[in-house]
């Protein structure tokens, strides 16, 4: 089945370790992002990437990393984690100009204690 | 800057009445327009979207939302709710910046359907 596949679906992290969220498309879109989703807040932008090989800064990048090798993968690393970036992670893509809609992965909960 | 307000963070309907959920938008130039719909553990959705002509546009499950430049509005509506409707809506627009799409996400209303 076509989509995004996200992993692990849920993590306990203690503050400080090194985290990397997996995620893997089968479109072959080239955009993708990564948003997190909090409550009351909506789900906001993390980090992008418009074509693989290039990645952009999105509202809330602070305490995050990505890199995309390759057409369909785009993982996002948290270097250090703290308290504050406890929250759902979803992964997304869509072709080049977005505007078809987004397809989301199931998400990321990760807790950091 | 783009941004999307959704005023109401929970609305509880009966099973079989009508629905409606707000969405205003500010944006300079005419806006590219979305709903999506996030069940229970689940990623989101896409229900609809707007981007330009007739501003009553038909998405899946049976909504509907109409885009009206004058209240910079985009309403979600259902003429009859199930109770698997049940689920978070979230509205967004899409902010153009260097040549790609971004959607900015709105917080989002809870649907709690009641039997």
């Known amino acids: 089945i076509a989509g995004i596949t996200q992993a692990p679906t849920s993590q306990i992290l203690a503050a400080g370790r090194r985290m990397t969220l997996r995620c893997t498309q089968d479109?072959?879109?080239?955009?993708m992002y990564w948003y997190r989703q909090d409550l009351g807040l909506g789900l906001r932008l993390i980090h992008y990437?418009?074509?693989?090989?290039?990645?952009g800064k999105g509202e809330v990048p602070d305490g995050y990393s990505v890199s995309r090798a390759n057409t369909d993968d785009f993982p996002l690393t948290l270097a250090s984690a703290v308290p504050s970036q406890t929250s759902v992670y979803f992964c997304?893509?869509?072709?080049?100009?977005?505007?078809?809609?987004?397809?989301f992965g199931s998400g990321t909960r990760l807790t950091v204690v | 800057a783009q941004s999307v307000t959704q005023p109401d963070i929970h609305i509880t309907v009966s099973e079989g009445a009508s629905l409606e959920l707000r969405c205003n938008y500010s944006?300079?130039?005419?806006?590219?327009l979305f709903w999506y719909v996030q069940s229970p553990g689940q990623g989101l959705q896409l229900l609809l979207k707007?981007?330009?002509?007739?501003?009553l546009v038909q998405g899946i499950k049976g909504f509907e939302a109409e885009f009206k430049r004058s209240q910079s509005s985009f309403n979600l509506r259902k003429p009859s709710v199930h109770w698997s409707d049940a689920a978070e809506y979230f509205c967004?627009?899409?902010?153009?910046?260097?040549?790609?799409?971004?959607?900015?996400f709105g917080a989002g209303t809870r649907l709690a359907v009641h039997p």
């Open positions: 479109m072959r879109h080239n955009a």
């Open positions: 990437s418009n074509t693989a090989g290039t990645t």
């Open positions: 707007y981007f330009s002509g007739d501003t």
């Open positions: 967004a627009v899409a902010r153009f910046s260097g040549g790609y799409n971004k959607l900015i």
């Open positions: 944006y300079g130039a005419t806006p590219y």
């Open positions: 997304a893509s869509s072709d080049s100009q977005g505007l078809g809609g987004y397809t």
